[in-house]
């Protein structure tokens, strides 16, 4: 079974709108760590937020912050005021608590693309 | 920030052919990782590795190897590469102790096509 779902393969917004990405998980442990990555169009992969399990705030880093709903094991992005260059493929991760080796299980990705 | 580099940066190959991917990190990370990233399947853990020497098995390890020969290098090897492994190939890195714990830092991605 898949432990990261996103479903949104793809989303088309308006420049300056806000939009969210859905994104589901599934682990047995109770601590762990939720990730956002952005891939570029040139292939370029890049961290941008995480939510650690134990924390109640929902994290926020420039015009990204996340919506992490603990009982529904949802880790949604908000990107607020979008620009044309936050077209990219978005991909949400999660390391369980108990996982040697701080692997990461990545869903498929959600490709955004941001018109104007 | 750490940096990852990884060369080739693009490899065409034949059929039963060898091919080694370099990746190298140059912030003292311990733990390092391949990936491959193909449609519809976002990014799979081939090996990943936690200093010289280690090696771990990650979810798609068959038709590779890799070796960790020193805690900046790491080396994924297609011994006989076949049409299956035409992917696109990233390495990645990570502390284990501070602020930035978990968070992997990808290198720029090496495209291998298996003719």
């Known amino acids: 079974a898949q432990k990261v779902t996103q479903t949104q393969t793809s989303i088309s917004v308006v420049e300056k709108t806000t939009v969210t990405m859905d994104c589901v998980y599934e682990?047995?442990?109770?601590?762990?760590?939720l990730f956002w990555y952005k891939q570029t169009a040139s292939g370029e992969i890049v961290f941008l937020i995480r939510q650690d399990s134990y924390k109640k705030e929902n994290a926020t880093v420039g015009h990204y912050s996340l919506n992490f709903q603990k009982p529904k094991s949802s880790i949604g992005l908000i990107i607020t005021a979008t620009q044309i260059e936050d077209s990219a493929v978005y991909f949400c991760a999660m390391r369980e608590g108990m996982s040697n080796y701080n692997v990461l299980y990545f869903g498929s990705g959600t490709k955004l693309t941001v018109e104007p | 920030e750490a940096a990852v580099t990884q060369s080739p940066r693009n490899k065409v190959t034949v059929t039963g052919g060898n091919v080694t991917l370099s990746c190298r990190q140059t912030n003292s990370h311990n733990y390092m990782y391949w990936y491959r990233q193909d449609t519809g399947h976002g990014l799979r853990l081939i090996h990943y590795?936690?200093?010289?020497?280690?090696?771990q098995i990650g979810d798609v390890p068959d038709g590779y190897k890799a070796t960790r020969t020193t805690q900046e290098d790491f080396f994924l090897l297609l011994e006989l590469a076949s049409p299956s492994q035409t992917s696109l190939y990233f390495c990645?890195?990570?502390?284990?102790?501070?602020?930035?714990?978990?968070?992997?830092?990808f290198g720029p991605g090496t495209r291998l096509l298996v003719l």
């Open positions: 682990t047995r442990d109770s601590s762990y760590f």
């Open positions: 990645a890195s990570s502390e284990d102790w501070g602020d930035n714990q978990d968070t992997q830092y």
């Open positions: 590795s936690y200093g010289a020497g280690n090696l």
